[in-house]
């Protein structure tokens, strides 16, 4: 069992966390709030800032790194939080609702994103949700009936807006996920 300063420490270098209110410093730029997991590693802010501009054109929002989050749309800050929470390349990114304040377009953009990042980083992603139409995308699903916990495997999962993903070869951190078209 790991002490209470090491579960910290696990916690801070090893889990990505999206909330579902997205939970951005309003007194921090996207840069800053993007590069903060990274820089509370102890890394370097040149380096930080260098990943931190990868991922921010990665969702689409190279030109916003300056801009202060009430700026910003809430899709638009939904990406900056995908992007904080991949930035220390954490093995394990939860996702509560990361849909669940978007409409139905920007939803889906948002989601697909997610898994497009998620699945080229070889990182793990568990995502809580009440949205029906995302179950079909997960190769596994969790669901809690009469106290109980069901997982379920689903052999063919979607890609948001059509197409299968299939599971390849499990890496440590979870099972790698391709895109066969």
Do not use: W
């Not at 090491?6 to 730029?29: C, K, W």
């Not at 109980?148 to 063919?156: C, G, P, T």
Request: charged letters at 25%.
């Amino acid at each position: 069992a790991l002490d209470e300063r090491r579960q910290t420490l696990f916690r801070r270098d090893q889990i990505g966390i999206i909330f579902q209110f997205f939970n951005l410093i309003p007194t921090l730029t996207v840069i800053e709030n993007i590069t903060l997991p990274y820089e509370l590693r102890g890394r370097a802010r040149r380096e930080s800032e260098s990943i931190a501009r990868d991922l921010l054109a990665r969702v689409g929002l190279g030109d916003r790194a300056d801009t202060f989050p009430d700026k910003l749309s809430g899709g638009e800050q939904q990406r900056v939080a995908i992007a904080r929470a991949l930035v220390h390349q954490p093995a394990l990114v939860l996702a509560d609702e990361p849909t669940g304040n978007l409409d139905e377009d920007t939803g889906l953009t948002v989601l697909r994103l997610l898994l497009e990042l998620t699945r080229d980083q070889g990182r793990t992603l568990v995502m809580a949700t009440h949205s029906p139409e995302i179950v079909p995308l997960a190769d596994r699903v969790c669901r809690i009936h009469d106290g109980k916990l069901l997982i379920e495997r689903n052999a063919h999962p979607q890609q948001p807006g059509g197409g299968v993903v299939r599971p390849q070869v499990a890496s440590p951190v979870g099972p790698a996920i391709i895109d066969e078209r």
